[in-house]
């Protein structure tokens, strides 16, 4: 047969083919799109549309236009994404079973340590509240561990499915609320990426910041935009404690006094505000803009805990609220280093650091400081560590104190006389109304009439948007600064004394 009847495909098929054009051949079908032909059901982030859930052990989508040439496979496995552990749309699990490792050490935590709620059960400890479930344990049983974990949420909450069965009514009332908490902890050790957790920088300081609520905070501010309800819930996680602190702060606020505002607030607040708002000084960078700086506004948040181990990069969100103004954060508690491991061992306590604070003041942007203290505020109040204080630059912030819980009360009722002393304003968050109401009637019976609410209790419009679940009580759900408060020590007002004016 002629070569010239034969294709030029077929000729080479039949022609013998040298080790080199081999090899070269190999080379170049590693490369094709069908070397690389992957499951294509991968969901998008953002997607809307709803999609069957791919298996785990599927890898997203690669093509080879995604591929850059001249790649060997050794540089490609190490420019691969971290894996993903789940998809958005597959993130309902039980505890137990639970794809992440993290969770499954949580569930057998709770196994161990949480009781069933039953009320054939025995109490195994007194109620905090008529809306514990401690407060229905009436019966003879002997207490027993949560081993059976409902079908809906996913979270072991009975000893047995016949309990848990009979039990089901109430159990419905919070089991949106545990599924909900359950995909958003999966969805935490998913592996994807958070574009919510992308702070915006400063912005221009003739934008003004619509603190009406968390979608007006975020278009004025410039966030990224975020059209799930599960990244909202993440996202305002970490930022409501430094936006609680600007929304009662900043001139600005939602909080006046046709919203919870008291008069005594208005003049507290005005003060700090004041500070916080500095009118324009024609300062400059050269010699003829040199313009005296007020000292920073010092905020003192006392018995912090998870609120001190916060990213700074949520705390400096705090700062861009207030673009003239500086501060100094000063974490005050024996809790205050938890899940700071990596600043362990804390530096020794020297004549020039005697309580052995930890100062950072690098990499913040210049307007903030932030100090730690291991240490009850009593103590450095005693040795006037902080002293004097002005209503101009000083306050006091309480994230879920505990004031009136019966396992917390006693640390703070040395503290409370020496906050009322100081006539500085005392800002307080709670989990429930139910905590927050406690805690405001043990103030007003301790300080026994020496107080001044500043801002009525009520819900905290930056409350968290995400539920957290007590490990301890799976039936115990909250919120962080579920609601605000305020107050302060009682201010009275003097008159001139210009004698006793005689009878006419």
Not at 99 to 115: D, L
Not at 415 to 443: A, S
Request: include cysteine.
């Amino acid at each position: 047969m002629a070569s010239k009847s034969i294709c030029s495909r077929c000729l080479r098929l039949a022609l013998p083919v040298k080790p080199s054009t081999v090899n070269q051949s190999i080379a170049r079908r590693a490369f094709t799109s069908s070397a690389t032909k992957q499951p294509s059901n991968a969901r998008k982030l953002h997607q809307s549309t709803k999609q069957n859930a791919s298996p785990a052990v599927e890898p997203a989508r690669q093509t080879s236009q995604s591929i850059p040439p001249y790649t060997s496979e050794r540089n490609q496995q190490h420019e691969e994404q971290p894996k993903v552990l789940l998809q958005p749309n597959n993130l309902f699990h039980s505890f137990t079973n639970s794809p992440s490792p993290q969770i499954r050490k949580r569930a057998a935590f709770m196994r161990q340590n949480a009781y069933c709620p039953h009320p054939e059960h025995q109490a195994t400890r007194m109620p905090t509240s008529p809306h514990d479930l401690e407060a229905r344990k009436t019966g003879t049983m002997p207490p027993a561990h949560v081993r059976f974990e409902c079908p809906d949420c996913g979270i072991p909450v009975s000893c047995s499915e016949q309990h848990f069965v009979s039990d089901y009514e109430n159990h419905l009332e919070i089991c949106d609320i545990l599924r909900e908490i359950n995909e958003d902890d999966h969805d935490l050790v998913s592996g994807r990426f958070f574009p919510e957790f992308e702070y915006p920088g400063p912005q221009m300081e003739e934008a003004q910041v619509n603190m009406t609520n968390w979608d007006t905070l975020m278009y004025s501010r410039e966030f990224t935009a975020i059209n799930d309800e599960r990244s909202m819930r993440q996202v305002t996680r970490l930022l409501t404690y430094p936006v609680t602190i600007g929304s009662v702060l900043h001139e600005l606020s939602p909080y006046g006094l046709k919203d919870r505002l008291t008069p005594e607030g208005l003049r507290s607040l005005s003060a700090l505000r004041y500070t916080l708002h500095p009118p324009r000084s024609g300062a400059g960078i050269d010699i003829k803009g040199l313009r005296p700086n007020a000292p920073p506004v010092r905020l003192f948040l006392l018995g912090a805990r998870a609120e001190s181990s916060l990213p700074r990069e949520v705390w400096i969100q705090l700062s861009y609220l207030f673009p003239q103004a500086t501060f100094h954060l000063i974490f005050i508690g024996p809790e205050s280093m938890q899940n700071r491991d990596a600043e362990f061992p804390l530096p020794e306590r020297t004549p020039s650091n005697p309580f052995g604070a930890i100062v950072e003041d690098r990499g913040l942007g210049g307007q903030m400081k932030i100090s730690t203290y291991v240490e009850y505020f009593h103590t450095l109040h005693q040795a006037q560590h902080f002293y004097p204080y002005d209503p101009y630059f000083d306050a006091f912030v309480l994230f879920h104190p505990g004031l009136g819980h019966p396992a917390s009360s006693h640390e703070w009722a040395e503290t409370l006389p020496q906050l009322l002393e100081t006539k500085v304003p005392i800002i307080c968050t709670g989990y429930t109304e139910f905590d927050m109401q406690r805690d405001i009637d043990w103030v007003t019976k301790q300080a026994g009439g020496e107080m001044d609410l500043l801002l009525q209790p009520g819900e905290n419009r930056f409350r968290s948007l995400r539920w957290d679940l007590n490990d301890l009580d799976p039936g115990d759900v909250s919120c962080g600064n579920w609601g605000v408060w305020g107050f302060r020590g009682k201010r009275y007002e003097t008159d001139e004394y210009r004698g006793r004016q005689e009878e006419q």
